[in-house]
């Protein structure tokens, strides 16, 4: 599907297999949540806008470049909070801006229990976190909290996703890139990801 970007990485693969693992340890989760996501960030930012500067080395001036675009990470609240420091590591300049939102475990329609955005947009680009994209519906709540807060340039990143939930966002915001490290097989009855790897938010904070 166009906008979708699936990582072929080896090393994504590889430690993506440890964290579906059911007997992987709270601690070694948390570590492999934030390993993927910084290497999803180096494939994610591959197109950030640069503009010329010129810098001194010790022996002469030269032209490079710095990141023109201000990046707004917007992790939803769980899970999306452990991917955080894998991308700050490489965008360190980046602001962080939260948004609460949990998946009612009935109706699974997304809840939005926080939002602490101020009125006018602060960075010119955003990249959602959040480890599942399962119905979908918790992503396309977030890209519209951004849109009326005036954002352009939006992408969603995560880990495991769901054809369902793909292609509902996909419905909703057409120009949205979906960045994942594996499109999974279905959704189960109650709207797991299948084979996915659980709930990401228990097995990160040792709630289950
Ligand atoms: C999980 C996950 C996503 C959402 C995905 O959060 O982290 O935010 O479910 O499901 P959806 O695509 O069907 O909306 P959850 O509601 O479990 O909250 P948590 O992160 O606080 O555990
Ligand atoms: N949220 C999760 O944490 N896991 C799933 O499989 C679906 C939604």
Known sequence: MEK???SQHPLIAHKLGILRDKNTEHQKFRELVKEIAGLLAYEVTADLLTEPVQVETPLAVTSCVVL???VGL????RAGLGMVEGFWGFIPSAEVWHIGIYRDEHTL???EYYNKLPTEPTVSVCLILDPMLATGGSASAT?????RWGVKKIKFVGLIGAPEGIAQLHKK???VPIHLASVDVRLNDIGYILPG???AGDRQFGTA
Do not use: T
């Open 74 to 77: 917007v992790p939803i609240l």
């Open 197 to 199: 790897l659980g709930d």
């Open 173 to 175: 915001h057409p120009e």
């Open 143 to 147: 890209v519209d909290v951004l849109k």
């Open 4 to 6: 979708v970007f699936v």
């Open 109 to 111: 329609k997304p809840v």
């Open 68 to 70: 023109k675009e201000k």
